[in-house]
């Protein structure tokens, strides 16, 4: 993880480029052994994972979760371990009963039928879990089985995404555009880094605005205003759409970054059909305007 932060630094190389890495140096040990002990999540496991993604986001520790994997069209380190437990359970199911793994998985199930807890009876929680109880009974498999498994618990996972981000409310906002979890195209642009860091934190509520500072402050939704309107004598809570369309600090910054035709039609849907964009150029654009409107609010006491 170290030497895949210190040469990105150096080369910044792309995104799919350090998902390949990871994939063939990192998950391979996160996974070691996982046949045995990936029937159940393991949070130390999928931190590794997160602190990689939040890294490629340039997001910091207090990013939400969900909304990181969400950005790298990423699965948890789990369905690679309970599906690498899943083929080495078939693997036993098909070993001679005469050999040693054979011998070994025979006694663990009948342990399992008198009600031990072991390795088989987790086996058996996990089929169960995801509608395969069947093949337990069976002990036996169709053909194209692995491919129905992974199938389906990815599906779980996909459904298990959407109420997490749709359960935080620091997520509010990120709901409104964000419905697949799949890579932005944002990532594998060749747009600067420091923009894409900029546009991630802006999506994902990774940022000073008063909307998430105020959240960690306790303060209410709507007493969470912008100092800066506040000045002017105007009262409206600074949030991402308030600080593309609304903002008057950041006029000049708007006309200049952004189209004359999304500012004369600015409402909400305009809102989530900008953020939801794959069109290079209207990425590179706002990614350009959220910079500069980080860079401002820095410069300013």
């Known amino acids: ?4 932060e210190k040469v990105n630094d150096k080369c910044n190389y792309s995104f799919k480029s350090a998902c390949d890495i990871f994939d063939k140096c990192v998950l391979p040990i996160l996974s070691y052994g996982s046949e045995i002990w990936g029937t159940s999540t393991h949070i130390c496991i999928e931190q590794v994972h997160f602190k990689f ?3 490629q986001l340039g997001v910091g520790i207090n990013a939400a979760n969900f909304a990181v994997l969400g950005e790298c069209g990423r699965n948890r380190m789990y369905i690679t371990c309970i599906v690498k437990c899943v083929k080495y359970w078939l693997k036993l199911l098909a070993a001679p009963r005469d050999s040693l793994l054979g011998s070994s998985y025979a006694f663990l199930l009948n342990q399992c039928l008198r009600g031990k807890h072991n390795w088989a009876y987790e086996v058996k929680r996990v089929l169960q879990q995801y509608g395969f109880g069947w093949i337990w009974e069976n002990q036996s498999v169709p053909e194209n089985f692995m491919r129905l498994f992974t199938e389906r618990v990815t599906d779980c996972e996909l459904q298990q995404w959407h109420e997490g981000i749709s359960s935080l409310s620091k997520l509010k906002t990120y709901c409104k555009f964000k419905d697949t979890r799949e890579e932005e195209r944002y990532l594998s642009s ?3 880094r420091r923009l894409t860091i900029a546009l991630a934190r802006f999506r994902i509520s990774s940022h000073s605005l008063e909307i998430e500072t105020g959240r960690q402050r306790n303060i209410s939704p709507e007493n969470r205003v912008c100092k800066f309107c ?3 004598n105007i009262t409206a809570v600074e949030d991402e759409y308030h600080v593309i369309f609304e903002c008057c600090t950041y006029q000049h910054l708007r006309e200049m970054y ?3 035709t999304i500012l004369e039609n600015a409402n909400e849907h305009t809102f989530i059909a900008l953020l939801k964009s794959k069109r290079y150029d209207d990425i590179l654009s706002l990614a350009n305007y959220i910079a500069s ?3 401002l609010r820095r410069s300013i006491p």
């Open 53 to 55: 993604c939040r890294g």
């Open 293 to 295: 409107v980080f860079r």
């Open 258 to 260: 952004l189209k004359k």
């Open 1 to 4: 993880m170290y030497l895949i």
């Open 230 to 232: 506040a000045l002017c």
């Open 190 to 192: 060749t747009m600067p």
